[in-house]
């Protein structure tokens, strides 16, 4: 269940930027010279769009599992017979539980299942945002410690080398803030998508009598 691709979209997608009017200098006095590009303001994402939840969604749909499959499949066509949900459901689990054989204990152990993917997805986007982490931000911050040393050994190269210990620094801090929201949007979209099946889990267990 690999999520490198949306952590990695999470720290490296550049945020718009809004272009900014330069001021016109005053008559008489030179225009200031430009400043170097420090690293782009960062915004963190909401949970409303939460991509992370998109691919929990996908990973947890009911239809992924056979039983729950089936009873959507057979409460589906009375919708219309049945505007009640708990009648319809009832009578769509007597239906099935006739031709096929389905049980209320094999569609709750199929949320059950839900619920385990959950957790499985969750340990690989653990261990996979740590290696981001390895990678991404303390690899960075090794580097700003070579600099830093070349800095003191190099007095001559002190000014061009401080400067790239300062972009990298930025860089560094940009990718920390970038994976700590893509963690605090994956752990809303976990709990999301793990109360929603919880609910639905206990609806269909009231409903099922």
């Known amino acids: 269940m690999p999520f490198m691709d949306l952590i990695k979209k999470a720290i490296f997608e550049e945020e718009p930027q809004a272009v900014q009017p330069q001021a016109k200098p005053a008559q008489g006095r030179p225009a200031p010279m430009p400043s170097s590009d420090p ?13 992370f939840y998109t691919r929990l969604a996908k990973q947890t749909d009911l239809s992924a599992v056979p039983e729950l499959a089936k009873i959507e499949a057979f409460a589906a066509p009375l ?16 239906t099935a539980q006739a031709q096929g054989g389905l049980t209320k ?20 986007f653990t261990k996979q945002s740590d290696e981001v982490g390895k990678s991404e931000v303390d ?9 830093n040393a070349t800095i003191q050994q190099k007095q001559k190269e002190i000014a061009d080398l401080q400067q790239q210990a300062k972009s990298m620094q930025s860089q560094a801090e940009l990718s920390r803030s970038k994976l700590q929201d893509a963690k605090a949007n994956f752990a809303a979209a976990l709990d999301r998508r793990r109360a929603e099946i919880q609910q639905q889990r206990k609806e269909f267990e009231n409903i099922l009598g």
């Open 39 to 51: 690293a782009p303001a960062y915004v963190p994402m909401g949970t409303r769009d939460n991509q």
């Open 79 to 94: 919708t219309s017979v049945i505007p009640d949900k708990s009648m319809r459901y009832k009578a769509a689990l007597a």
């Open 105 to 124: 204990d094999a569609i709750l152990k199929g949320f059950d299942s839900l619920l385990n993917v959950l957790n499985s997805s969750a340990s690989s």
């Open 139 to 147: 690899g960075r911050m090794g580097q700003i410690s070579d600099i």
